[in-house]
């Protein structure tokens, strides 16, 4: 524990800021916390006035305090997380020291039970409330109206959300794939060049620290203010993409997903032999060669758990979205967030229950292909 002292403080800071920074749940229990409050204002257009020059002073001053503490937080959380990369030079971090039934059988018990202690609280508590919600149905009889709890109705409304809200989660799953993909490319492109320069790995850690703290309204912000311009600007010629595409709620997605995913991607970049890419260096293999046909396919599994780490991010993303999707996209987690507001409730729990069902497929899907290619390195060596 005390060798993990810092990636432990540096999960627990991660946690403060994401939470900080999402208004997905506070908007709900109407809490007004500083990305509320941004929210808030992007809603009224103040706000998109003071970015663009037209706020005074001090109308903006709590803005960028609060986002210069919010950028603080995200740059602690990177610099504690930092020490736990491993470097070029360390070898295959997978044939590593691991708990055996032999070693310690009353320290795995405790282990096993904590963890599924945990796992009940985390994924069966809600899946109950959800299923328990989703299967609620009134009826009226001679003395009034009751309400039972019917297994047939929830399983058929929990079947049935996908179809009905089947043009919601195809735009969800473009836009998801394509920020997915960006951070992928964008993610492995940095931690190829930030190996042997320090320089770019600062940039990166920056950029990652930004992208991490600042409130998601305020990037979907941001985007608007990158993308959206009049017909006598310069930048005329991006106002289609941001109308008529999913470029906008693409990059929102790809900012909010970047940080965490990027991390995942940046340790299995990072955990490459160097011996296996100098070999392929002395057997007149390029730069980019040897990347491409040594060092990603030795980490494709663990490239493709940070690709569907950043999708599941990206799918459920609701604070940056609900700013910039154009019209005529609506994805899955706005439609969400809105039929929250209209006191649905068995329709919002089978539809929550669905998608909670599919990003728990996927989050064990990328757990499958890190301990499976995990096993047989151990195994091997």
Request: with cysteine; aromatic share 8%.
């Amino acid at each position: 524990l005390r060798r993990a002292g810092g990636g432990l403080l540096a999960g627990l800071l991660a946690t403060v800021t994401l939470c900080a920074a999402d208004i997905a749940v506070t908007d709900l229990f109407r809490v007004r916390t500083f990305a509320e409050e941004v929210y808030t204002q992007a809603a009224f257009g103040s706000l998109l006035a003071g970015v663009a020059g037209d706020g005074a002073w001090g109308d903006q001053r709590d803005l960028v305090v609060g986002t210069v503490i919010h950028f603080l937080l995200g740059a602690a959380t990177l610099l504690l997380a930092a020490p736990l990369v491993p470097r070029p030079g360390d070898g295959d971090p997978d044939a590593g020291w691991r708990l055996s039934r032999r070693s310690s059988p009353r320290l795995n018990a405790l282990l096993a039970a904590a963890g599924w202690l945990i796992t009940l609280a985390a994924i069966a508590l809600p899946i109950a409330g959800l299923a328990w919600k989703a299967g609620l149905a009134t009826q009226r009889t001679a003395e009034g109206a009751s309400v039972q709890w019917s297994a047939r109705k929830a399983i058929q409304m929990t079947a049935r959300a996908p179809l009905e809200h089947g043009r919601e989660i195809l735009w969800s799953l473009a836009v998801a794939a394509t920020a997915a993909s960006a951070v992928l490319i964008v993610a492995s492109i940095a931690s190829v060049w930030g190996r042997t320069r320090r320089w770019p790995a600062f940039a990166a850690g920056v950029v990652a620290a930004a992208a991490l703290a600042i409130p998601g309204p305020l990037v979907g912000v941001g985007v608007i203010a990158l993308l959206a311009h009049g017909d006598d600007s310069m930048w005329w010629w991006l106002t289609p993409l941001y109308d008529k595409t999913i470029l906008a709620p693409g990059l929102a997605q790809f900012v909010r997903a970047l940080p965490l995913a990027g991390l995942v991607i940046w340790n299995q970049v990072a955990s490459v032999p160097r011996d296996l890419l100098e070999a392929a260096a002395s057997e007149g293999s390029g730069p980019v060669g040897r990347w491409l046909w040594v060092g990603f396919p030795l980490r494709a599994p663990g490239l493709a758990a940070g690709w569907l780490c950043a999708f599941a991010l990206a799918v459920g993303e609701v604070s940056a979205t609900l700013l910039v999707y154009p019209p005529g996209t609506t994805p899955l987690s706005v439609r969400i967030s809105q039929l929250l507001h209209y006191g649905v409730d068995d329709r919002v729990a089978a539809l929550s229950l669905a998608v909670l069902l599919a990003v728990l497929a996927l989050g064990l899907s990328a757990n499958w292909l890190v301990t499976n290619r995990r096993r047989r390195d151990v195994a091997k060596s």
